[in-house]
């Protein structure tokens, strides 16, 4: 079973930055593709980011393009969410998805398993 713990997430200022990692543990997950998603209260889970199982091939969302970077670290098992500028709309938990395709996924019923999420709140 695959399990996925995200870390990183807490308070910054708008302007800021904050890290997103995603460990996963349970089997390898080089050939999967994965992803970042994020929920603010009353809204859908949205993509944020996603990344196919080489690292070769990257997806944004356009409110997070030239602001953040996805990245992964297939010896680690781990994933990464670098984000910049953060803006206070960008307040949400950010969940990290693993998918066995190795393919880029877009949606969320495309993702197999799922942290349990972490929070991001960007005061003005």
């Known amino acids: 079973q695959v399990q996925l713990v995200e870390s990183g997430g807490g308070l910054v200022q708008a302007g800021g930055s904050l890290r997103l990692s995603c460990a996963a543990s349970?089997?390898?997950?080089?050939?999967?593709?994965m992803g970042w998603f994020r929920q603010a209260p009353g809204k859908e889970r949205d993509i944020v980011a996603a990344?196919?199982?080489?690292?070769?091939?990257?997806y944004y969302a356009d409110s997070v393009k030239g602001r953040f970077t996805i990245s992964r670290d297939n010896a680690k098992n781990t994933m990464y969410l670098q984000m910049n500028n953060l803006k206070p709309e960008d307040t949400a938990v950010y969940y990290c998805?693993?998918?066995?395709?190795?393919?880029?996924?877009?949606?969320?019923?495309?993702?197999?398993?799922w942290g349990q999420g972490t929070q991001v709140t960007v005061s003005s």
């Open positions: 349970g089997r390898t997950l080089s050939t999967y593709a």
């Open positions: 998805a693993a998918a066995r395709t190795g393919r880029l996924r877009q949606t969320v019923s495309g993702y197999d398993y």
């Open positions: 990344i196919n199982w080489s690292g070769g091939m990257t």
